[in-house]
């Protein structure tokens, strides 16, 4: 076979035969790594299902509810988010099912949209504050979330008010409804706790994004499970992460009172190594479908297109691979030093990976198999078929998720993210290299937030039900009594309406929470006539929308009815300002269309 190749390309075949071994032994240490956690995964998931049933995980509700309440302090640090952060905060406010927590946005003086943004959410919720830092930004996450932690501290002493633990949460992030029940549960035994976080299902189209999809999939319900089980740290993902408090101040009093490190480019990373190394008890809450919609997870838009996730998986890289080496080396004990290595093998694997692929096509085409001795092909046999266990674990993972369709298209996905991350790989060695070599200090790679369309939304709001029994509104043995009536079609809300249990306002204020919007109350005199015109009137009668005000670049219409993307859509042409709705009953929306048009 060798005499039918080319005479340019013999010498090359030569050396890539010689290599053959040398590359696949390389995998197989790391497909063998990975498989240890695949059977720890497997024996783990088997014992919850041999479990007896009085004993099987997770707790009931029952259980979250009996839970002496702590008091949480959720923390956003921000830099020029203005587009996302206020239906961040209103979604999550109207969707969280607890009661015992505060916000706390922060932002620089030198970005006053995003001031303004909160500042609108704040005045409507006294649970929303602003934490404003001192200096100019854009600095790092962590230097953001500092100043917040000192404000935190701050509102304490002038409240009185004390914090039990502090939750980190990024601008774009669905917070699941029971996600806080569920840490204020662990909060009691744990000083750490890490939610599991997953990405929002997209097109089969968006190869970048469906490669998050799998990815954090596969880690976060195989991977992060296993590493307390076996002894290692848990990693903060960086978003959905829960201190206690005293673990923080632990934190501050090893690191010259600063609880986030300033100069790491994964400072939640760091974090979770070193309350690890402290002696802090840390825990991973085990993505499942909990008691609600979906996963308990924090859901959130990864980046979408190549140059995005290049230059956030180049920050992961540097950060925890490179930076973590220079500022932790290889740990104190072999434990440490297995699960350091685990987390930054992909500087070797990732090029190496892409290799491979190269090599299989080279492989294939030339039938290199008859060119090599028995051994590298027993070793490349031996890899290549722990290559495809690994990847028909990520399929399952990816399943369960996302469904079987989604899952068939994960094959292709890892080939491109082999591709990606050995750029990632190789760019964040480049960067890191130069950034030494120059004397210079890494630089903060900020990823770009996206905030989910109204649809992806849906599945993360409280019910209209649950809502109005919660207010007072109507009693559950009342509301069991109108569900067995109500008819095919017929929202709940105007079933109830008609049976006069509830009047319109008291239906209108449980859609307000629900949907996070805003309920409106406008005075017909005090609307000008050029602003009550700016929307057409057929688009006014076909939507039911009536603008009443403009207020800091934002147009805020009237409405009885919940806006949809589509409504979005079809006024957006008619006007350049941000829409903001707020909502009325029918009754209210009638004698304001009556008086001004």
Same mark, same amino acid.
């Given at each position: 076979?060798?005499?039918s190749l080319?005479v340019?390309?013999? &010498?090359?075949?030569?050396?890539i035969?010689?290599?053959l071994a040398p590359?696949?032994?390389?995998?197989?240490?790391s497909?063998?790594?990975?498989?240890v956690?695949?059977a720890?995964?497997?024996?783990?998931?088997l014992?919850?299902?041999?479990?007896?049933?009085?004993?099987?995980w997770?707790?009931?509700?029952r259980?979250l509810?009996?839970?002496?309440?702590?008091?949480?302090?959720?923390?956003?640090p921000?830099?020029?988010?203005?587009?996302?952060?206020a239906?961040?905060?209103e979604?999550?406010l109207a969707?969280?099912?607890?009661?015992?927590?505060?916000?706390?946005?922060g932002?620089y003086?030198?970005?006053?949209?995003?001031?303004?943004?909160?500042?609108?959410?704040?005045d409507?919720?006294?649970?929303?504050?602003?934490?404003?830092?001192?200096h100019?930004?854009p600095?790092?996450?962590?230097?953001?979330l500092?100043?917040?932690?000192q404000?935190?501290?701050?509102?304490e002493?002038?409240?009185?008010?004390?914090?039990?633990?502090v939750?980190?949460h990024?601008?774009?992030d669905l917070?699941?409804?029971?996600?806080?029940?569920w840490?204020?549960y662990?909060a009691?035994?744990?000083?750490f706790?890490?939610?599991p976080v997953?990405?929002? !299902?997209?097109?089969?189209?968006q190869?970048t994004?469906?490669l998050?999809c799998d990815?954090?999939a596969?880690?976060?319900l195989r991977d992060?499970p296993?590493?307390p089980?076996?002894?290692g740290f848990?990693?903060?993902?960086?978003v959905?992460?829960?201190?206690?408090?005293?673990?923080?101040e632990?934190l501050?009093?090893?690191?010259?009172?600063?609880?986030?490190?300033?100069?790491?480019l994964?400072?939640d990373?760091?974090?979770?190594f070193?309350?690890?190394?402290?002696?802090?008890?840390q825990?991973?809450?085990?993505a499942?479908?909990?008691?609600?919609?979906?996963?308990?997870a924090?859901?959130?838009?990864?980046?979408?297109n190549?140059?995005?996730?290049?230059r956030?998986?180049?920050?992961w890289?540097m950060?925890?691979?490179?930076?973590?080496?220079?500022?932790?080396?290889?740990?104190?004990? &072999?434990a440490?030093?297995?699960?350091?290595?685990r987390?930054?093998?992909?500087l070797?694997?990732? !090029?190496?990976?892409?290799a491979?692929?190269?090599?299989?096509?080279?492989?294939a085409?030339?039938?290199?198999w008859?060119?090599?001795?028995?051994?590298?092909?027993?070793?490349?046999?031996?890899?290549?078929?722990?290559a495809?266990?690994?990847?028909?674990?990520?399929?399952?993972?990816?399943?369960?998720?996302y469904?079987?369709?989604f899952a068939?298209?994960?094959p292709?996905r890892?080939i491109?993210g082999?591709?990606?991350?050995?750029s990632?790989t190789?760019?964040?060695?480049y960067?890191?290299?130069?950034?030494?070599a120059?004397?210079?200090p890494l630089?903060w790679?900020?990823?770009?937030?996206?905030?989910?369309?109204?649809?992806?939304?849906?599945e993360?709001k409280r019910?209209?039900?649950?809502?109005?029994?919660?207010s007072?509104s109507?009693?559950e043995a009342?509301l069991a009594?109108?569900t067995?009536?109500?008819?095919?079609?017929?929202?709940i809300?105007?079933?109830?309406?008609n049976?006069r249990?509830i009047?319109?306002?008291?239906?209108?204020?449980?859609?307000?929470?629900?949907?996070?919007?805003?309920?409106?109350? !406008?005075?017909?005199c005090?609307v000008?006539?050029?602003i009550?015109?700016?929307i057409?009137?057929?688009?006014?009668?076909?939507w039911?929308v009536?603008?009443?005000?403009?207020?800091?670049?934002n147009?805020?219409?009237?409405?009885?009815?919940?806006?949809?993307?589509?409504?979005?859509?079809a006024?957006?042409?008619?006007?350049a300002l941000?829409?903001?709705?707020?909502?009325?009953?029918?009754r209210?929306?009638e004698?304001l269309?009556?008086?001004?048009?």
């Amino acid at each position: 076979m060798l005499h039918s190749l080319p005479v340019w390309l013999r &010498p090359v075949d030569a050396a890539i035969v010689v290599m053959l071994a040398p590359l696949a032994a390389a995998l197989l240490i790391s497909g063998l790594d990975d498989l240890v956690i695949d059977a720890a995964w497997a024996i783990s998931w088997l014992g919850e299902k041999l479990r007896p049933a009085a004993k099987l995980w997770p707790p009931g509700p029952r259980q979250l509810d009996s839970a002496p309440r702590l008091s949480i302090a959720i923390i956003v640090p921000l830099w020029d988010e203005h587009e996302v952060i206020a239906r961040m905060l209103e979604h999550n406010l109207a969707s969280i099912r607890y009661t015992e927590y505060h916000i706390f946005a922060g932002a620089y003086p030198n970005d006053d949209r995003t001031q303004e943004a909160v500042r609108d959410v704040s005045d409507r919720f006294p649970n929303v504050h602003l934490a404003l830092v001192p200096h100019d930004g854009p600095t790092s996450k962590a230097d953001c979330l500092n100043w917040i932690f000192q404000h935190i501290g701050l509102f304490e002493e002038q409240t009185g008010q004390t914090f039990d633990v502090v939750l980190v949460h990024d601008a774009e992030d669905l917070i699941h409804p029971d996600e806080l029940r569920w840490i204020n549960y662990y909060a009691g035994r744990y000083d750490f706790i890490q939610t599991p976080v997953l990405a929002l !299902p997209t097109p089969l189209s968006q190869m970048t994004h469906g490669l998050y999809c799998d990815e954090f999939a596969e880690y976060h319900l195989r991977d992060m499970p296993v590493r307390p089980m076996l002894g290692g740290f848990v990693p903060s993902a960086g978003v959905g992460t829960a201190y206690r408090r005293a673990a923080l101040e632990k934190l501050a009093a090893a690191r010259s009172n600063r609880v986030f490190e300033p100069e790491a480019l994964t400072e939640d990373y760091e974090n979770g190594f070193e309350l690890f190394r402290l002696g802090c008890s840390q825990a991973f809450i085990p993505a499942m479908r909990a008691h609600g919609p979906g996963f308990m997870a924090t859901r959130e838009y990864f980046p979408q297109n190549w140059t995005a996730a290049l230059r956030q998986r180049t920050r992961w890289v540097m950060g925890i691979a490179l930076q973590g080496w220079e500022r932790f080396g290889w740990g104190r004990n &072999p434990a440490e030093a297995y699960w350091l290595w685990r987390d930054r093998k992909g500087l070797i694997a990732s !090029p190496l990976g892409l290799a491979a692929n190269l090599l299989f096509v080279y492989g294939a085409a030339t039938r290199i198999w008859t060119r090599t001795t028995p051994l590298a092909a027993h070793i490349v046999i031996t890899t290549a078929a722990i290559a495809m266990i690994r990847l028909a674990v990520r399929m399952g993972c990816t399943a369960r998720v996302y469904g079987c369709a989604f899952a068939l298209a994960a094959p292709i996905r890892a080939i491109y993210g082999n591709v990606l991350n050995a750029s990632a790989t190789v760019r964040a060695v480049y960067r890191y290299t130069l950034s030494r070599a120059r004397g210079r200090p890494l630089v903060w790679l900020k990823t770009d937030h996206a905030f989910p369309s109204r649809a992806a939304l849906l599945e993360h709001k409280r019910t209209l039900e649950e809502i109005l029994v919660g207010s007072g509104s109507i009693s559950e043995a009342a509301l069991a009594a109108a569900t067995a009536t109500q008819p095919a079609q017929m929202p709940i809300g105007e079933h109830l309406l008609n049976l006069r249990l509830i009047d319109e306002d008291s239906l209108y204020q449980a859609l307000g929470m629900q949907q996070g919007l805003p309920l409106g109350d !406008p005075d017909p005199c005090e609307v000008p006539p050029a602003i009550a015109r700016a929307i057409p009137e057929h688009a006014v009668r076909q939507w039911r929308v009536l603008p009443f005000r403009v207020a800091e670049g934002n147009l805020l219409l009237a409405t009885p009815q919940l806006p949809s993307d589509e409504m979005n859509a079809a006024l957006r042409q008619f006007t350049a300002l941000e829409m903001r709705f707020h909502l009325v009953t029918p009754r209210k929306f009638e004698s304001l269309r009556n008086a001004l048009l």
